[in-house]
């Protein structure tokens, strides 16, 4: 849905043109699974899908949300009081732009309300950040429409606060930050210690290649314990191993740290992925940089892995893909996001990407699986107003 259907939604719904119309994008992580919550570095960059808002202030403290995605009664305008908000009183959809506007009013910032009208193109629980683009949006209309002089990595901080505090979702700040700052033909690699960024140059079309996204339909969700449990387990690996976040854990020391670990075997496994899919990424930018594009395939290829079998958070559709792709030619394929479901990432020849495509589809239908989603991800423009 663009952006005047959109623009054209609001008016409908609220009886007035909208103040602006705003879009913040999904992402495609690269490189860089379960680091960004340990301080380690990561690599996503954004897609063309992307969630769209129509949104105008209001001064009576009265929020108003609108989903042209929801049908039926769920489609309905929501109401909130900005002073009931109170974090994980919310389990639909609305949680994430109220937590927007919740963490933007604790920060000490003067929002009195909002009209908002809503469209989405990110696949919702794929694995694409599709909630991260519905808070990035909220919060870079706010920023604009009430004057808040907020940074683009300030309204990330923001809206990862949200996620985790309002929504319950243990998070880390990539998905936000990525939906805020990357740039077309680029690939963002940030360090999430200190949110310093790089935009690495990405342009696989000119080198005759293309990257696919293949969406298994498996839903997964973040606020479900899993996830949590993941994140508990890196915590206790750095505090037996008395740093600060496992970022702190050398590569070259990976061994001794695991080491003094002992039979913890469930931590040495998170620390192991952990330690080396940091170092996965520093390869991958320097085989970027040095313009062997083609040699990170087997380095996604080693993410894959260690995601299946150190941190065990793949599943059999997913492997699926990676497994059908390698043999059917795929210079390297992984899974990518929180895992537990969603999407996978191939790296393929340009003249190979149908063939691909359609063995991973025949894949999926002999196992008797839900037909997949397949779709060539381009590196696109971050959060931005249209109009």
Known sequence: MGAQQVREGFAALYGAAPEGVWSAPGRVNLIGEHTDYNDGFVMPFALPHATTAAVSRRDDGVLRLHSANLAGDAGGVVELSLDALEPQSDRSWTAYPAGVVWALREAGHPVTGADIHLASTVPSGAGLSSSAALEVVIALALNDLFGLGLQRWQLARLCQRAENVYVGAPTGIMDQTASACCEAGHALFLDTRDLSQRQIPFDLAAEGLRLLVVDTRVKHAHSDGEYGKRRV?????????GVDALRDVPYDGLDEALARLGDDEEV??????????DQRVERVVALLESGETRAIGPVLTEGHASLRDDFRISCPELDLVVDTALAAGALGARMTGGGFGGSAIVLAEAAEVDTLGKAVEEAFAAADFTAPRVFEAVPAAGARRVS
Request: charged letters at 30%; glycine letters at 10%; proline letters at 0%.
């Open 233 to 241: 387990g890196c915590e206790k690996g750095a505090a037996l191993l």
């Open 268 to 277: 040495r496994r998170l620390v192991r992925h952990v330690v080396t899919e």
